[in-house]
């Protein structure tokens, strides 16, 4: 049972190239999550969604977009990267409201 | 979301109870309380939540006052591997954890 699966787990962009950083998860969960983690901070919420078929914006949307492909997987995209979008990635997974969350791994973006 | 209080480190010796507190004076009545664990770089874990009454799970404890302003998370025998940075959340089913800066525990041989 692997859980909340990202990828990838490292990568490295150019200002101003684009990326998908792709989620998925197996436990038949109704809301999907997405979070960054700057150095020394907590997490903040980019966007989420709450069921299939349906996204919201969280605490600092601007410069992503997300795509909610099927009740597995959950995209976030960086269409024109800047260095302040160097951070880590978080996504995560919940049966529904008032229910754990389940993060994955992470992924660790650097954008030169 | 009501915000959260947290010391910023502890220390615990190996072997002990970890006592973490935390305050949400502005909580309100549908509010739960959330704890997590992120442990060095790895993705936040989930530990317990509650409402108004104590919790306790196979991972640690919840105790949450009467007037719910404040809580306290508790290991009960800290072990080294529960060396982490650990999170008070409270929120409503508003679809977000609003993630503080937590408590730094470092568990001390």
């Known amino acids: 049972n692997a859980g909340v699966t990202q990828t990838p787990k490292f990568q490295v962009l150019k200002t101003g190239q684009s990326m998908t950083l792709q989620c998925a998860q197996d436990?038949?969960?109704?809301?999907m999550y997405w979070y960054r983690q700057d150095p020394g901070m907590g997490l903040r919420l980019i966007y989420y969604?709450?069921?299939?078929?349906?996204?919201d914006k969280g605490e600092v949307p601007n410069g992503y977009n997300v795509s909610r492909l099927n009740k597995r997987e959950f995209s976030l995209r960086l269409e024109s990267a800047a260095p302040s979008q160097t951070s880590v990635y978080f996504c995560?997974?919940?049966?529904?409201?008032?229910?754990?969350?389940?993060f994955g791994s992470g992924t660790r973006l650097t954008v030169v | 979301d009501a915000k959260t209080t947290q010391p910023p480190s502890m220390d615990c010796a190996e072997g002990r109870a970890a006592n973490l507190p935390c305050n949400h004076s502005?909580?309100?009545?549908?509010?739960?309380v959330y704890w997590y664990r992120q442990i060095h770089s790895q993705g936040p874990q989930y530990i317990i939540h509650g409402l108004k009454n104590n919790e306790t799970n196979e991972m640690a404890s919840l105790i949450i006052t009467e007037d719910r302003k404040s809580s306290t998370l508790i290991l009960p025998h800290a072990t080294l591997r529960d060396t982490a940075v650990y999170y008070c959340i409270v929120r409503t089913g508003a679809n977000n954890l609003f993630f503080g800066t937590g408590t730094r525990l470092t568990v001390i041989p």
């Open positions: 969604s709450a069921s299939e078929g349906t996204t």
């Open positions: 502005t909580i309100s009545g549908n509010e739960y």
């Open positions: 436990m038949n969960h109704n809301s």
């Open positions: 995560a997974s919940s049966v529904r409201d008032n229910y754990g969350y389940t």
